[in-house]
């Protein structure tokens, strides 16, 4: 069964760095696509940033383009999210999720329980 588990969740200053983790099980790591997502409370999921399963190609929403970092181990079977030069907002829930494919097919099909981020002084 697929299992998915966010870490490295906190509060952090703005304008400081953190480094989330997603330890995947349970299906072939290195096949698939995955993906960061968020959702702030109230708000709907908001896709962050991509990456193909060899991790050759990545995509990332305009609002963190040259502030986060998507990475991945396939060895390790985990997924990163490297996040630098974060702003004051409103906490928000980051969860890993596993594509359909090993491109971008669009869609998700599971996800971590979620690791909150909170940016405040």
């Known amino acids: 069964q697929v299992q998915l588990v966010e870490s490295g969740g906190g509060l952090v200053q703005p304008g400081g760095s953190l480094r989330l983790s997603c330890a995947a099980s349970g299906f072939t790591f290195s096949s698939y696509t995955m993906s960061w997502v968020r959702q702030a409370p109230g708000k709907g999921l908001e896709w962050v940033s991509d990456m193909n399963s060899g991790g050759g190609s990545t995509y990332y929403v305009d609002s963190v383009k040259g502030r986060f970092t998507i990475s991945r181990d396939n060895a390790k079977n985990t997924l990163y999210l490297q996040m630098h030069s974060l702003n004051p907002e409103a906490p928000a829930v980051f969860y890993c999720?596993?594509?359909?494919?090993?491109?971008?097919?669009?869609?998700?099909?599971?996800w971590g329980q979620g690791t909150q981020v909170t940016v405040s002084s």
């Open positions: 999720a596993k594509g359909r494919g090993s491109w971008f097919e669009g869609g998700f099909d599971s």
